[in-house]
T-cell receptor, first 115, second 112 residues
Framework: KAGVTQTPRYLIKTRGQQVTLSCSPI?????VSWYQQTPGQGLQFLFE???????NKGNFPGRFSGRQFSNSRSEMNVSTLELGDSALYLC??????????????FGPGTRLTVT | KNEVEQSPQNLTAQEGEFITINCSYS?????LHWLQQHPGGGIVSLFM???GKKKHGRLIATINIQEKHSSLHITASHPRDSAVYIC??????????????FGKGTLLTVNP
């Protein structure tokens, strides 16, 4: 099976712009989670989608949003970019969600640099 | 105080040594994950456990739910084990808002 793929792998944007990142999960996986990783804060949970619905959300401002399509592919969008949004954005897919924990399969990440 | 604390932050070992990385957490969890991240960013899930002990090759993970503590052990360490090891817990203390909360990671360097 192909792994989790993320596009683009690298991105440079200017403050104030917006950006859309894409994640294709492993075939058959219906849950996609997004994470932000920075040197200062480490890994932080952004949100999780399952069956096209946002199921869980982390403590990030409304500038961060996402969606999931019927084929389980997911996109996240960041509007009005700030310098502090520079980070590695990782997505992970899993079979399901809810109180039972499922193994997470991570993509290679998108490295976003905001100048 | 972070909900997930790892120790040590940095660890340098000689090839062949036995390695232990510790993780303590303060929230209710449904499972604990150990992740490995090599330079360049890729993250691999090593273990997911909710009780007891799991073993995969030279890696062993244990968890004590009552003490809210987990350990990752590497036997006969090798330079290819050099990576950042991250502990993450699936937090179920917030009602239906299940999310992974991560430790800051342990940077392991194994010298030949």
């Amino acid at each position: 099976k192909a792994g989790v793929t993320q596009t683009p792998r690298y991105l440079i944007k200017t403050r104030g712009q917006q950006v859309t990142l894409s994640c294709s999960p492993i075939s058959g996986h219906r849950s996609v989670s997004w994470y932000q990783q920075t040197p200062g804060q480490g890994l932080q949970f952004l949100f999780e989608y399952f069956s096209e619905t946002q199921r869980n959300k982390g403590n990030f401002p409304g500038r961060f949003s996402g969606r999931q399509f019927s084929n389980s592919r997911s996109e996240m969008n960041v509007s009005t970019l700030e310098l502090g949004d520079s980070a590695l954005y990782l997505c992970a897919s899993s079979l399901g969600t809810g109180p039972v924990s499922y193994e997470q399969y991570f993509g290679p990440g998108t490295r976003l640099t905001v100048t | 105080k972070n909900e997930v604390e790892q120790s040590p932050q940095n660890l340098t070992a000689q090839e062949g040594e036995f390695i232990t990385i510790n993780c303590s957490y303060s929230v209710g969890i449904s499972a604990l994950h150990w992740l490995q991240q090599h330079p360049g960013g890729g993250i691999v899930s090593l273990f997911m456990l909710s009780s007891g002990k799991k073993k995969h090759g030279r890696l062993i993970a244990t968890i004590n739910i009552q003490e809210k503590h987990s350990s990752l052990h590497i036997t006969a360490s090798h330079p290819r084990d050099s990576a950042v090891y991250i502990c993450a817990v699936r937090d179920n203390s917030g009602g239906s808002n299940y999310k992974l909360t991560f430790g800051k990671g342990t940077l392991l360097t194994v010298n030949p």
